[in-house]
Nanobody
Framework: QVQLVESGGGLVQAGGSLRLSCAAS????????KAWFRQAPEKEREFVAA????????DYSDSVKGRFYISRDNVGNTVTLQMNSLKPEDTAIYYC???????????????WGQGTQVTVSS
């Protein structure tokens, strides 16, 4: 069974940085769009960043643009989210997701990781 496994979450002070990674268990995912979503308590899951399998298409939500950066390694079958200048409102569970084809809508993603907690203290 295909798995996406996130790592790198934790507790950081406002203004700090964290780096999230997501590894896919099957190499066939190298050609899939990879994305990060997040869900804060009592809020809906929201889009954070996405990158196409070629890396040509990259999108960020307005709330993280200029602070977060997504990248991928198709050889290692990983996707990374570098998060800088973190704010308390970035606190959420962050999920890695994958799909065949490019989209920013979480409902269209059919492969998900288990999530990793990011907590930003003020």
């Amino acid at each position: 069974q295909v798995q996406l496994v996130e790592s790198g979450g934790g507790l950081v002070q406002a203004g700090g940085s964290l780096r999230l990674s997501c590894a896919a268990s099957e190499h066939s995912f190298a050609t899939y769009t990879k994305a990060w979503f997040r869900q804060a308590p009592e809020k809906e899951r929201e889009f954070v960043a996405a990158i196409s399998w070629t890396g040509v298409s990259i999108d960020y939500s307005d709330s993280v643009k200029g602070r977060f950066y997504i990248s991928r390694d198709n050889v290692g079958n990983t996707v990374t989210l570098q998060m800088n200048s973190l704010k308390p409102e970035d606190t959420a569970i962050y999920y890695c997701a994958a799909r065949n084809g490019y989209s920013l809508r979480p409902s269209l993603y059919n492969y998900w990781g288990q999530g990793t907690q990011v907590t930003v203290s003020s």
